[in-house]
T-cell receptor, first 111, second 114 residues
Framework: QKEVEQNSGPLSVPEGAIASLNCTYS??????FFWYRQYSGKSPELIMS????GDKEDGRFTAQLNKASQYVSLLIRDSQPSDSATYLC???????????FGKGTTLSVSS | DVKVTQSSRYLVKRTGEKVFLECVQD?????MFWYRQDPGLGLRLIYF???????EKGDIPEGYSVSREKKERFSLILESASTNQTSMYLC?????????????FGPGTRLTVL
């Protein structure tokens, strides 16, 4: 059974700091990885996708993928209180037809 | 922008009732998915469909069925609701075919079964 693991947190950072969220996955053949943000009581919102080794930047967000070590991370620069949410990591199942989600890391940014 | 809508945000039903949850997407996506989300258990896949009239079981299909008569609409059916089906139900869709792509979620339906 393919698994995606995340530290549940909470991860607490002060406003303006860099928040680092990590995710490991068990299936070496995984090709696609996604980060979702979920506010309390709301549905997940896609914020980043990454398919190749290395970094991918989008505004204050940077996704990092290391396939050799089987981890993917999300860095949030200049963290804001509005970034306080649960962040879900996901990769594809073996058939490539559906996503496997981690249970999420809760981030709290204090002002 | 992709838009995925769900028929209800909140729903209260009684044990034994038949429950229909509807999901509609407006971006011509091939794939559609139903998940439930519970505290401590995360998102769990119930059923998915990669084409009209096609369906495949996810990780927890027991007690549920689905229907996809049109490409844009995917329905989740609880044949006889039970209290352990109280949960947040999330519908999602994605563009790619057999190789999955980015999934976009609807707002969710919080179902309470009394």
């Amino acid at each position: 059974q393919k698994e995606v693991e995340q530290n549940s947190g909470p991860l607490s950072v002060p406003e303006g700091a860099i928040a680092s969220l990590n995710c490991t996955y068990s299936d070496r053949v995984s090709q696609s990885f996604f980060w979702y943000r979920q506010y309390s009581g709301k549905s997940p919102e896609l914020i980043m996708s990454i398919y190749s080794n290395g970094d991918k930047e989008d505004g204050r967000f940077t996704a990092q993928l290391n396939k050799a070590s089987q981890y993917v991370s999300l860095l949030i620069r200049d963290s804001q209180p509005s970034d306080s949410a649960t962040y879900l990591c996901a990769s594809h199942n073996q058939a490539g037809t559906a996503l496997i989600f981690g249970k999420g890391t809760t981030l709290s940014v204090s002002s | 922008d992709v838009k995925v809508t769900q028929s209800s945000r909140y729903l209260v039903k009684r044990t034994g009732e038949k429950v229909f949850l509807e999901c509609v997407q407006d971006m011509d996506h091939e794939n559609m998915f139903w998940y439930r989300q519970d505290p401590g258990l995360g998102l769990r896949l119930i059923y998915f469909s990669y084409d009209v009239k096609m369906k495949e079981k996810g990780d927890i299909p027991e007690g549920y069925s689905v229907s996809r008569e049109k490409k844009e609409r995917f329905s989740l059916i609880l044949e006889s609701a039970s209290t352990n089906q109280t949960s947040m139900y999330l519908c999602a869709s994605s563009l790619s075919g057999r190789v999955g792509g980015e999934q976009f979620f609807g707002p969710g339906t919080r179902l309470t079964v009394l």
